[in-house]
């Protein structure tokens, strides 16, 4: 049933697809198709942790700006302390930039994840063995 096919084809991770690849039962065609699914597959989960690890900079940024919210917070009460509380207001700009930057590439990666996943999809409806 080629549906079943396609199925289990979809679910596995790039590393067991090329274990199909590898099968010398396989026609060329079928090899040249399985090997394209393992190199997008490949691409998306590179791309999924890209963005994880985006995720986790944000987080680290967001904690480090809190703590400069909280000193700057804590030291505009204090007189002869301008110097300082505009050094942690650049902090925070600065941060703030960063985070910007961050959630630019999140969206840049979901735009390029969504085009693989929409050429993996429709690769494999078309596979053929």
Known sequence: NVYDQ?????????DAILVYVRNKTLSDAARRQL???????TQIVSLDAEKRA???????ITRDEERNRQNIASLSAVSG????????????SDQETQ???????????DAHRAQLQNQLNSLVDKLEF
């Open 35 to 41: 090997q394209q699914v393992s190199d997008l597959k």
């Open 54 to 60: 985006i995720d986790s900079d944000v987080q680290g």
């Open 81 to 92: 302390q301008q110097q300082i509380v505009q050094e942690y207001a650049r902090r925070l």
């Open 99 to 109: 985070i910007v930057k961050a959630r630019e590439r999140q969206t840049a990666l």
């Open 6 to 14: 396609q199925t289990s084809v979809s679910s596995l991770t790039p």
